[in-house]
């Protein structure tokens, strides 16, 4: 196989208040190559790092996302993160297929094999997903940076008291992650002395590691002899799906940043204004800029709507698992300690996600806020027209159009997860504790 052929993406001239206005197209003369004058890094730097992070567990098999220019983006099949990649897909779905065949063989399926499944699912969804998107790369970018080159320069600047594009992208990212790491390290301590409890109760002649492989993988051992090799492959395997399920969200995360910050951007030159009077081309401008960030809006939309969509079913679907899990009595301190803390940074997560996926849309109406308070006086054709696009626009993400990431989603969101977890708590049976079970 050869890698899919990029193609070439021309770009916008920088604009001022005295250049001629631009128009939306992705049709337009070739930028200068000069960078010297610009004011922000571009969202395709900015998330240079974040990628990189990714490619550690096997995501975004991608090669040049830390160039100057998008269009330099390549994914290579004959290449070691492809094949990294791969690898890793590989063993996700042989764990996926021997759990599902080791739970038809059970006499019954509880919340906790379905919410197994449910989880490794997703993790495979989510591996073709983003390698899908690594495809598509070179285009995604390469029609983002051809959209938000005229606010990285200047009649725009960089947002008022806030932090640059590329360090607020990495705080939150890296923020994210190092709280996704203790989660696992808790995990992983939990396990470890559920394993010692397990064996002062019931004495094996097998050792310890291969007691909690047991423990942690039965469905594995049913189909493969034990051999340390296999479980450190696997627990190893299962640290890269735990990054996955994080990792998605810290994603939709940072593309969400970047589009925020272009709004912000066009209304904080619009402030500046301050309703004086202006030329009819500087209107026309504006306008076309706004016009230039609302087909940006749908870009994105349709690209990543759906792993929009399905990471909030996931996060809904694994708050309610683990809320109703929160009444049974945990057997060690460490593992009551894991398990409160999974909950909140999950719920954390969720909410943080949908907050800055929701700033895009609440971005996207201050500028119609501050045009209202311009006087009737200084209004022209273009003023009005601007508004009008303003008034109209949908901007904001979608999971697949069923639903739009607005704030009032937020409380929807939760109002929806409480209810659930009153109906089923009288309806599923709690998780019986297997730490004194020596049927083995």
């Not at 606010?151 to 923020?175: M, N, Q, T």
């Not at 709004?263 to 306008?287: K, S």
């Not at 894991?338 to 609440?362: A, D, E, K, N, T």
Request: positive net charge.
């Amino acid at each position: 196989m050869t890698p899919p052929e990029v193609t070439p993406v021309k770009r916008y001239p920088a604009t001022s208040v005295d250049d001629p206005p631009s128009t939306p197209s992705t049709a337009l003369a070739e930028e200068p190559s000069v960078e010297g004058d610009e004011l922000d890094c571009s969202t395709h730097k900015a998330l240079a790092e974040v990628i990189f992070m990714g490619q550690l567990f096997s995501l975004m098999p991608i090669a040049g996302y830390n160039g100057p220019d998008p269009r330099d983006v390549t994914m290579r099949y004959r290449s070691a993160r492809f094949l990294y990649g791969c690898l890793t897909l590989f063993l996700m779905l042989s764990l996926i297929v021997m759990l599902m065949v080791d739970t038809g063989h059970a006499p019954s399926i509880g919340v906790q094999q379905a919410s197994s499944i449910a989880y490794y699912a997703i993790i495979v969804f989510f591996m073709v997903e983003l390698m899908l998107f690594a495809r598509s790369w070179p285009q995604v970018m390469g029609r983002w940076y051809v959209d938000e080159l005229p606010f990285r320069r200047e009649p725009y600047r960089p947002p008022a008291d806030s932090l640059s594009l590329r360090r607020k992208v990495h705080l939150i990212a890296f923020g994210v992650m190092f709280f996704a790491f203790v989660e696992d390290t808790l995990n992983f301590l939990s396990a470890y002395r559920l394993n010692e409890l397990h064996i002062r109760y019931c004495p094996h002649r097998s050792g310890f590691w291969k007691n909690f492989f047991h423990r942690e993988h039965p469905y594995v051992l049913r189909v493969f002899p034990y051999h340390p090799a296999l479980g450190w492959t696997i627990e190893l395997t299962m640290r890269i799906a735990k990054f996955t399920w994080h990792y998605v969200d810290v994603f939709i995360i940072c593309l969400s940043v970047g589009l925020q910050r272009r709004f912000v951007q066009f209304n904080e030159r619009l402030e500046r204004l301050d309703g004086q009077p202006q030329p009819q081309a500087v209107w026309r401008t504006l306008r076309l800029d706004f016009v230039r960030l609302t087909e940006l809006v749908a870009f994105v939309d349709s690209r990543f709507s759906k792993l929009i969509l399905f990471c909030c079913a996931n996060d809904m679907f694994f708050i309610t698992v683990q809320l109703f899990n929160s009444f049974d009595l945990k057997p060690t301190t460490m593992t009551t300690v894991y398990f409160w803390y999974s909950l909140g940074f999950l719920i954390c997560r969720c909410f943080l996600m949908l907050f800055v996926v929701s700033s895009v849309s609440r971005a996207s109406e201050r500028p119609l806020e501050t045009l209202r308070r311009f006087p009737s006086s200084n209004w022209n054709l273009d003023l009005r027209r601007l508004c009008d696009a303003a008034a109209t626009s949908e901007n904001a993400l979608s999971g697949k159009r069923f639903f739009f990431v607005r704030r009032p989603l937020i409380l929807a969101m939760a109002g929806t997860i409480i209810t659930y977890e009153l109906v089923l708590l009288d309806q599923v049976k709690q998780i019986p504790d297997t730490t004194k079970d020596c049927t083995f």
